[in-house]
């Protein structure tokens, strides 16, 4: 069955600093990957999506990048942190399934910006 | 461009009592909406899809183009259905999402 995992889970760092989330998917292949921010009384917002490997698409001008190195990888990072990109990150995927996408979420990593 | 407007915050309920959580989008495209939930320390999940037009753990939710909207209800609200419920529109290629900002139900004695 398919698994998508996320890490760290929780992640406190200081502003100015560097970021990396990392997520990954088992047991499919060429998935659409998804990177959500949920921010207080925000919803979810899409940050970047992929279709393929190497592929970034960027929904909102932001202070973060993403890559997608390998089929089943996605990385969201940052060169430098502010404090406005204090958030709850959501990894998902979705690939085609009895007629339409249907997207699957990670447990989430939780970032505080000090 | 695409919005989901979710009015409520919060919905709180008597068990028993009947729920109604509203949605409304703007999409010039052909809409295809779905309703996902969030229980308490579990993974964000699809409830249901317009496309399917079933009945989820009770819910149903009927697309009204007319009006935009797409509210889930239920008519007999159980305590398990406590949770944050996300009203999503696909959109464009790669299937992408774009959520209400949602609202948390919550059901009491």
């Known amino acids: 069955s398919q698994t998508i995992h996320q890490w760290p889970a929780t992640l406190v760092q200081p502003v100015g600093s560097p970021l990396s989330l990392e997520c990954t998917v088992e047991?499919?292949?060429?998935?659409?990957l998804y990177w959500y921010r949920q921010a207080a009384g925000r919803g979810l917002q899409l940050l970047f999506y992929s279709v393929g490997i190497g592929q970034i698409s960027s929904e909102v001008p932001q202070n973060l990048s993403a890559s997608r190195p390998q089929d089943r990888q996605f990385i969201l990072s940052s060169k430098k942190l502010l404090l406005s990109d204090s958030g709850f990150y959501l990894c998902?995927?979705?690939?085609?399934?009895?007629?339409?996408?249907?997207?699957?979420f990670g447990p989430g990593t939780r970032l505080t910006v000090t | 461009a695409q919005r989901v407007t979710q009015p409520e915050k919060l919905l709180s309920v008597f068990k028993g009592a009947p729920v109604e959580l509203k949605c409304n989008y703007s999409?010039?495209?052909?809409?295809?909406l779905f309703w996902y939930v969030q229980y308490s320390r579990q993974r964000l999940q699809l409830l249901l899809r317009h496309i399917s037009r079933e009945s989820i753990k009770g819910f149903t939710a009927d697309l009204n183009k007319g009006e935009t909207s797409f509210h889930l209800k239920k008519p007999f609200a159980q305590e398990e259905d406590s949770a944050m419920y996300y009203c999503a529109l696909l959109t464009g290629t790669a299937s992408k999402l774009t959520f209400g900002t949602g609202t948390r139900l919550q059901v009491t004695l």
């Open positions: 047991g499919t292949s060429n998935p659409n």
């Open positions: 998902a995927w979705s690939v085609l399934g009895q007629g339409f996408y249907e997207q699957y």
């Open positions: 999409y010039s495209g052909s809409p295809e």
